[in-house]
């Protein structure tokens, strides 16, 4: 059977991760930080904590090598009620939801070029496209995803090369700490705007879904996930600077569309716009990544559970397709009916927690000795896991405080994914 190679699963890992939240979150993070230092620490200390969940994950996923990510991991080490909740979290929210968030700026980013485009409908667009696509074969998937995430990195560093030496006098910012910044670090708008900066970095993880289609994954998930976390890591940080540096934080202030603001700025209203259309083509390799990896979830729950047998099936090229229709079809659902924000920050909570148990999960995978002899360990064990265990927990504390709707939404899904695996199980026995 055809695998997804080394660069395939780099690509999904990049393509994952840059999307929705660096092109939108800074507007958000400037109503609660003005302090350049304590802005840009917010991308380092996000990128470093990614870095350590992808440590971590690395290990997880070469002792546990099947597709389905959090899913096969709890499963596998706690139970599979918990397994079971985590694939619901991502049947449920965790693809579906940071779809239709890529795919709505997709929308806000080209209407801000072409007005007469309504939004909603070029995001419902894009995600039926890339649908029908990543229907056809792991060929057609794995080319369209490597071109499209290439694509998306060359264009990142033109927009910037394009600021810094075309755009109108950038301002001079200082990124050296201030007075009251070691205060501001701690401080409860540094974490809720962590939030943000963690939902820009969810997707390091995305190459789990698929480990049991990547060639040789002992051996290449590691480098799959280190070097897509590093390589975005540098990528947010540059794409901040050049944010923070073309444009005041007047005009960015709770705006959605910062890339179309700074190019509008810097370059004026004609180049602003050309730009936006290309910032707008960034987004179409994020949906497409999602839509290759989340389906692979499902899937292996259709494989487990009779009562979901249906999401299991595959075409005649090996994709599950009937898995990439029903996602498709929530992120639709998502499109149409909620805000930008509130997706945002919900899915955010649900997906942290998921990471959050799985992370833990490295100390029960050593404690039962299921490490494969000769596969990868986590290095900087155990300080790695214990740093994105305490800066993930922190965050989602101040999400239940800040944002007590959303996080509670949040535990409604994992409740209702509990409830689900006993009915499930009860009805899978009845027909046993």
Not at 165 to 181: E, F, K, N, R, V
Not at 405 to 431: L, P, R
């Amino acid at each position: 059977m055809q695998k997804f190679s080394k660069m395939t699963g780099i690509s999904v890992v990049v393509a994952n991760m840059i999307g929705t939240g660096v092109f939108t979150s800074l507007g958000f993070q400037l109503l609660g930080i003005q302090s350049y230092f304590a802005l840009m620490m917010l991308w380092l200390i996000g990128g470093l904590t990614a870095l350590c969940g992808a440590l971590t994950y690395a290990e997880l996923g070469a002792n546990l090598p099947r597709s389905g990510g959090e899913y096969n991991f709890l499963g596998r080490l706690y139970h599979p009620c918990a397994g079971f909740i985590s694939g619901w979290v991502s049947a449920t929210v965790g693809f579906a939801a940071p779809v239709a968030l890529a795919a709505m700026t997709f929308g806000a980013y080209l209407s801000a070029v072409f007005p007469e485009l309504p939004r909603t409908t070029s995001a419902v667009v894009l995600v039926v496209v890339l649908t029908g696509i990543h229907c056809l074969s792991r060929q057609a998937s794995s080319s369209f995803q490597q071109i499209f995430t290439a694509l998306k990195v060359i264009l990142i560093l033109i927009f910037c090369m394009t600021i810094f030496i075309w755009g109108s006098a950038p301002q001079a910012i200082s990124l050296m700490p201030s007075a009251g910044d070691e205060k501001l670090l701690f401080s409860g708008a540094f974490a809720v705007s962590l939030i943000y900066v963690n939902y820009a970095y969810t997707g390091w993880n995305a190459v789990t879904y698929v480990t049991s289609e990547l060639d040789d994954p002992q051996r290449n998930l590691p480098i799959v996930l280190l070097v897509g976390t590093v390589s975005v890591m540098l990528i947010y940080l540059l794409l901040n600077f050049t944010f923070l540096s073309a444009a005041p934080i007047t005009l960015l202030e709770g705006k959605l569309e910062v890339g179309v603001i700074v190019a509008d700025h810097a370059l004026g209203d004609t180049a602003g716009k050309a730009m936006g259309a290309v910032l707008a083509m960034l987004l179409i390799s994020t949906v497409s990544a999602m839509t290759i990896a989340g389906p692979r979830v499902l899937q292996v729950i259709g494989e487990d559970f009779r009562f979901f047998r249906g999401l299991s099936k595959v075409n005649a090229n090996g994709i599950p397709t009937t898995a990439i229709f029903f996602q498709s079809t929530l992120a639709v659902i998502f499109i149409v009916s909620a805000t930008f924000e509130s997706v945002l920050v919900f899915s955010s909570f649900v997906l942290g927690v998921n990471t959050l148990f799985s992370v833990i999960g490295v100390f029960i995978l050593r404690f039962k000795k299921l490490n494969i002899k000769g596969a990868y360990r986590t290095f900087g064990y155990p300080i790695a896991p214990l740093i994105y265990l305490a800066v993930t927990f922190w965050t989602l504390v101040y999400v239940l405080i800040s944002k007590p709707q959303e996080g509670s939404m949040g535990i409604a899904i994992i409740a209702a994914g509990a409830v689900m695996y006993f009915v499930t199980v009860n009805i899978d026995k009845q027909k046993n």
